[in-house]
């Protein structure tokens, strides 16, 4: 699906609960201390195994779950599960997108009630809901089954250090180029392998043509910048054990990220505007761009915005650092997971899973919503990778992106903190590269930045 | 300023003798009934919700360690807070610039139809007023798209004319360019509520005014303008109020402008993604009600300066 950032999450200690002088209260307590916070059922994260029967007698009791989620016409899929299971009725509701539908979440959670069972969740925003200890661990739920019915390195995404399974994978986003055919090929441009041909294209293209960029790297779209480290290979968040965070997002990698695209900002001769706004879809209706690196939704949604320029579009693999390893990053997609308030969790992780993995909802999430697929099967589907795109030329376009799903790293760790690692990335990095000033400096002030906030939270912050 | 009517409870006199009724209401209870309504709903809506934000200003919670009773130290720490203090100077330059145009030019539209002087004068009325009708979110995407410097038409037509593109979503431009919308948004509001108490100006007045030999404009300086005064007094707080609260317009502009609109441009904005971004749901709140007092001296500066004058 689209991109987005942010995500919210909160601390769910009871506000009643007044921290005694002994100091911290583990969760557990505070939760069930919480009056009406509690979800009660068997919603507990120790990793006892649901038997069958428990499932098959929770599966034919009449239940109502309620699902949020912005996914155009999801009814279809959720019609597939009432199907199976015409006990369970799932109600769909529209929370917003992105930012909006987290912040609601965030404080449904808050408030002890109001939660659906089953949410709509990025894999970026899938930490920022487990510091809080809001998500329902799947594992005791069958969910281990799935593992390889998905992509290895959407698994290691939902995963947690303990084995437990925060959420069902439901369509991802690594990262590719599409680009200009017609305008490489007026300029004698051969598709960029690595990143500096990539650089040496955009000398070239702008000179030849000043109102013509090889591509626009957006300022506010820290989900891209994320991605684009991804493939680098930076480790820029991880944590370990409750409140241990290590922040690194200056280290070498992202240093050498910040000088080329930084630079060629500065060179001016790539565009730095705010992107999904109405000039950038003139833009790239206009032919200013010559190419959009983007993710495997990217695609369908460029068919759908840029019309005009239908025939002239290619797909490939992003530009590579390292032309022995070929690598990418991922940007956007996202799961289901169940909220750990659920007062139906055999249910709600039940629909979690068929809705991802049961074979027709999967396919009809790529035939109906164009969702880039993360089961195995049906990337691996002739009548899927087969299908020849006439916006791209007739190209393979679904191929392309298996295959560039394929080396997307499984250890990309996302901080328990999104929205303010987002807008922290924005304020600095996205500000300096807008404004064509020194992107290296301005990595050192989002180091310094979220580390300040880290420790204010409370978080024992590893200096890299 | 709420101007609540305070229902009368001076009882009517009857011929005859007065009959009690009994076990039911004494006559003179009936009002604070009337009022019932409106103060449960303040309670609930209004006092109970900024009694909890207080409460919370209070505290400080922390994704890890929980919650704490920190006193009065997010208003102290607000007080230092330079992006608190760039905002609210920020809204309180935007209004003493922004207010004073919009207002003027509202007076001038409302002495304007009153005149009597124009034709289509019900047709202007309304295209003055229109655009306070349009929503300030659809507006304000509306003039993103207007002001966008490749794409938009003025760039269009500065392009056209051979001229550079001012470039409205700039650093140097953004202030003027949200001045310009809020304007837009407001100068039909401010105008109707002007041209309002104008049409409440007795005919005798006018007639005095014209007996003793006055033009149209001695008429509008010695007779409408004093009219005016409270209406006016009542749209520049309103105004001045609505400045510093200012959020819709810049949230808005932030997508097409990320690096000129950061989450600290207005103090509103601040409080916003204090608690939607970095969750610091207590700071907010305090950072809140630091704008509400910062709010309040400025709007009873504008009250004692008024009445001083009045007076003097």
């Not at chain 1, 993995?357 to 396919?363: E, L, Q, R, T």
């Not at chain 1, 690692?421 to 404004?435: F, S």
């Not at chain 1, 989002?446 to 409370?458: C, E, I, N």
């Not at chain 2, 409302?110 to 507006?139: C, E, K, Q």
Request: glycine share 8%.
């Amino acid at each position: 699906m689209r991109r987005s950032n942010s995500t919210p999450s909160q601390s769910q200690m009871s506000r009643r609960l007044l921290l005694t002088a002994a100091g911290a209260v583990s969760l557990g307590a505070a939760l069930s201390a919480c009056g009406g916070g509690d979800g009660g059922g068997s919603a507990s994260s120790s990793s006892k195994p649901v038997s069958q029967a428990d499932i098959d007698t929770a599966m034919k009791k009449p239940t109502e779950l309620t699902f949020w989620t912005w996914v155009p016409d999801i009814d279809q899929e959720v019609a597939l599960f009432e199907k199976k299971y015409p006990a369970i009725k799932v109600k769909v509701v529209n929370a917003g997108q992105g930012v909006q539908h987290y912040t609601k979440l965030r404080t449904a959670i808050k408030a002890g009630s109001g939660a659906p069972d089953v949410a709509q969740m990025e894999y970026q925003a899938i930490p920022t809901f487990t510091i809080t200890d809001s998500l329902l661990d799947l594992n005791p739920y069958g969910a281990a089954k799935l593992k390889d019915t998905f992509v290895d390195w959407t698994w290691g995404q939902v995963s947690g250090p303990k084995g437990e399974i925060w959420a069902i994978p439901q369509d991802t986003g690594p990262m590719g180029m599409l680009y200009r055919a017609d305008i490489f090929e007026k300029h004698g441009i051969e598709p960029p392998k690595t990143w500096d041909d990539f650089a040496a294209a955009a000398r070239k293209l702008h000179k030849a043509d000043p109102e013509v960029y090889l591509t626009n790297l957006a300022g506010n779209e820290a989900a891209a910048w994320h991605g684009l480290l991804w493939q680098a290979g930076a480790k820029p968040y991880a944590t370990s054990g409750k409140g241990n965070v290590s922040i690194d997002v200056d280290d070498t990698i992202s240093k050498k990220l910040a000088t080329y695209w930084g630079g060629l900002a500065q060179e001016g001769v790539i565009g730095v505007e705010p992107d999904f706004t109405d000039a950038w879809f003139s833009a790239l209706n206009k032919g200013k761009y010559a190419t959009w690196i983007t993710a495997a939704w990217g695609p369908v949604f460029l068919a759908g915005s840029a019309k005009s320029t239908a025939g002239k579009w290619r797909a490939a693999p992003l530009p590579q650092w390292d032309t022995s390893k070929p690598s990418s990053g991922n940007w956007g997609g996202s799961t289901s997971a169940v909220i750990k308030q659920s007062k139906n969790p055999i249910a709600a992780a039940v629909f979690a899973q068929f809705l991802n993995s049961d074979p027709a909802s999967a396919k009809l999430f790529n035939t109906k919503q164009s969702f880039f697929p993360a089961t195995k099967p049906l990337l691996e589907d002739p009548s899927f990778t087969g299908a020849a795109a006439p916006f791209y030329g007739g190209q393979k376009v679904n191929q392309a992106f298996a295959d560039i799903g394929e080396t997307v790293s499984p250890d990309f760790q996302w901080p328990p903190f999104l929205d303010q690692a987002v807008t922290d990335w924005t304020e600095t990095v996205g500000t300096a590269l807008t404004r064509k000033k020194d992107a290296v400096a301005a990595l050192d002030a989002w180091q310094s930045r979220l580390t300040t906030y880290a420790k204010a939270q409370g978080f024992t912050v590893k200096a890299p | 300023m709420t101007a609540t009517t305070v229902a009368s409870t001076e009882e009517p006199r009857r011929a005859g003798p007065r009959r009690r009724p009994r076990g039911g209401l004494r006559q003179g209870a009936a009002g604070p009934l009337f009022v019932a309504p409106f103060m449960v709903l303040f309670l609930l809506m209004f006092l109970a919700p900024l009694g909890y934000a207080a409460y919370l200003s209070l505290f400080r919670e922390k994704l890890i360690g929980g919650n704490a009773f920190v006193g009065l130290d997010n208003y102290v720490t607000a007080l230092k807070d330079p992006l608190l203090r760039q905002g609210v100077t920020r809204v309180a330059t935007f209004l003493v610039i922004q207010v004073p145009l919009m207002l003027l030019l509202a007076l001038a539209f409302a002495l304007a139809l009153d005149s009597g002087l124009l034709r289509l004068a019900r047709v202007i009325r309304l295209g003055i007023f229109v655009p306070y009708a349009v929503p300030s979110v659809v507006a304000t995407l509306m003039w993103g798209y207007l002001y966008g410097p490749d794409f938009g038409p003025f760039a269009q037509l500065s392009e056209k004319l051979g001229l550079p593109a001012p470039h409205f979503l700039g650093d140097g431009w953004m202030p003027v360019s949200l001045a310009n919308i809020v304007t837009w948004e407001f100068v039909g509001y401010n105008m109707i509520i002007l041209y309002a108490a104008l049409r409440t100006v007795p005919q005798e007045l006018y007639e005095a005014a014209a007996m003793d030999g006055a033009g149209a404009w001695r008429t509008a300086w010695s007779i409408k303008l004093p009219a005016l005064r409270p209406a006016l007094l009542l749209t520049l707080l309103f105004s001045v109020i609505g400045s510093f609260q200012l959020f819709n317009e810049p949230k808005l502009l932030q997508p097409v402008a990320p690096d000129v609109i950061d989450n600290a441009y207005t103090a509103n904005l601040y409080a916003y993604s204090l608690a939607f971004t970095g969750q610091q749901v207590n700071y907010s709140a305090a950072v809140s009600f630091f704008l509400g007092l910062v709010i309040v001296i400025f709007s009873y500066a504008v009250l004692f300066i008024a009445n001083r004058r009045r007076t003097s």
